[in-house]
């Protein structure tokens, strides 16, 4: 008999389970929300991005109805015959949301930063990017062949540094995280679009987790911090406050033009179904029209991170719904983490390759629906875990 050529795997599975490091998956009935049923039990649960609490919302049936005949499959690559109207109509309301010229639709975040990644630098260019950047950006930045400098997260003079020392490559580019998606701080954009211009380097900022959350208007954090105008790369996703899929680019006409010729991960693929476009529009709509449920948000992730601290947890640098309880170790993290379920309550365990060995944590993520009585709950039953 042959030997299995696959048998690695369960040498390997066998090391990450000894090392508290082995992933397993779990299912959820019914809709998001901050109750949930997880593999057959209640939850009180702070393990969704669904920030505004419009997952389970944007698309009621009047707006399955309004679609008319578009039907479901979209058929094709947009370059193809796969862009529909509502595909273009949630572009053109992308673009006015975001004040920009133009937008284009990704089938995913992850598409969209790998895509916009490869088809701005290639092998005679250098990328600068955070430490602590997702993993779609480390991933794109991999994939473009150019040569990647990492600076240290958040550290402008490391940066700065980097961007002297190199000064021979044909293109810049610095990209980063907005807000950070495990450690919930923010990059100092104004820095970083000061550095970009002086060094001639262009700047692409994820706003994935701000999208919806910061800003007067819910445009994100470079609106917040007011640098809107001096950043010309922006990456957005419709899959977390907006409680949808699919990721976006935010710029000029003549970047979206060139993203179309060169973004792979946009023209290899299918465009996603048009019902999804439908779902954008309409959580654009309530992002603009009820500009209290960030606010509220706001407000209450600042009472937890406070209430948290108080009580001697490490919530690190966080200034937003994203709260970490930096823990260190991924056992300790994930024996807290099972207490806590054994409560009732979800907070996922995060650890390497997520975060840096040495950094697992809890990850706990505020919603607008959870009320001030679950955020009780999880205050309590963090103290009883301890
Ligand atoms: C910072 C950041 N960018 C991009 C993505 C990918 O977005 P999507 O889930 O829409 O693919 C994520 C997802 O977690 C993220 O945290």
């Known amino acids: 008999m042959p030997s299995d050529p696959l048998a690695w795997i369960d040498e390997e599975l066998q090391v990450l389970q000894d090392q508290g490091l082995r992933r397993r998956l779990s299912v959820r009935e019914g809709a998001q929300s901050p109750l949930i049923r997880l593999d057959g039990r209640e939850f009180l649960s702070f393990g969704s991005n669904d920030y505004l609490g419009l997952a389970a919302e944007v698309m009621g049936p009047d707006s399955l109805r309004g679609l008319g005949d578009v039907g479901w499959g979209s058929g094709a690559s947009p370059l193809v015959t796969g862009r529909g109207r509502w595909h273009a109509a949630l572009e053109t309301r992308l673009a006015?949301?975001?004040?920009?010229?133009?937008?284009?639709?990704?089938?995913?975040?992850?598409?969209?930063?790998?895509?916009?990644?490869?088809?701005?630098?290639g092998a005679r260019d250098a990328v600068f990017s955070d430490a602590k950047n997702h993993a779609s950006i480390v991933d794109?930045?991999?994939?473009?062949?150019?040569?990647?400098?990492?600076?240290?997260?958040?550290?402008m003079d490391h940066l700065a540094q980097l961007l002297a020392e190199a000064a021979s490559f044909r293109r810049k580019l610095i990209v980063t995280d907005s807000l950070f998606s495990m450690?919930?701080?923010?990059?100092?954009?104004?820095?970083?679009?000061?550095?970009?211009?002086?060094?001639?380097a262009m700047l692409m900022i994820d706003e994935a987790h701000a999208t919806g959350v910061f800003g007067e208007n819910g445009r994100g954090l470079a609106e917040q911090m007011g640098v809107e105008h001096r950043v010309p790369i922006r990456i957005g996703t419709l899959s977390k406050a907006l409680g949808s899929i699919g990721g976006f680019v935010a710029g000029s006409r003549r970047l979206v033009d060139w993203l179309i010729q060169r973004a792979r991960s946009y023209v290899y693929s299918t465009a996603p179904p048009e019902a999804f476009a439908s779902a954008g529009i309409n959580a654009l709509q309530i992002v603009r029209q009820e500009p209290w449920r960030r606010r509220q948000l706001q407000t209450r992730a600042a009472l937890l991170r406070q209430r948290l601290a108080h009580d001697g947890?490490?919530?690190?640098?966080?200034?937003s719904q994203i709260i970490p309880l930096i823990i260190g170790e991924p056992e300790r993290t994930m024996l807290l983490s099972h207490q806590l379920r054994e409560r009732g309550v979800l907070v996922p365990g995060i650890r390497p390759p997520t975060v840096p060995v040495g950094e697992s944590l809890l990850r706990i993520s505020l919603t607008y629906r959870h009320t001030d009585e679950m955020v009780d709950r999880l205050v309590e039953s963090l103290g009883n875990c301890r």
Do not use: K, M
């Open 96 to 121: 006015e949301f975001e004040a920009t010229e133009a937008a284009l639709l990704f089938p995913s975040g992850y598409a969209a930063n790998v895509g916009t990644l490869c088809a701005l630098a």
């Open 140 to 155: 794109g930045c991999r994939l473009s062949r150019a040569q990647v400098h990492i600076y240290r997260h958040l550290d």
């Open 183 to 200: 450690d919930g701080d923010c990059a100092p954009l104004a820095e970083l679009a000061d550095l970009a211009e002086h060094s001639g």
């Open 313 to 319: 947890w490490n919530v690190g640098a966080s200034s």
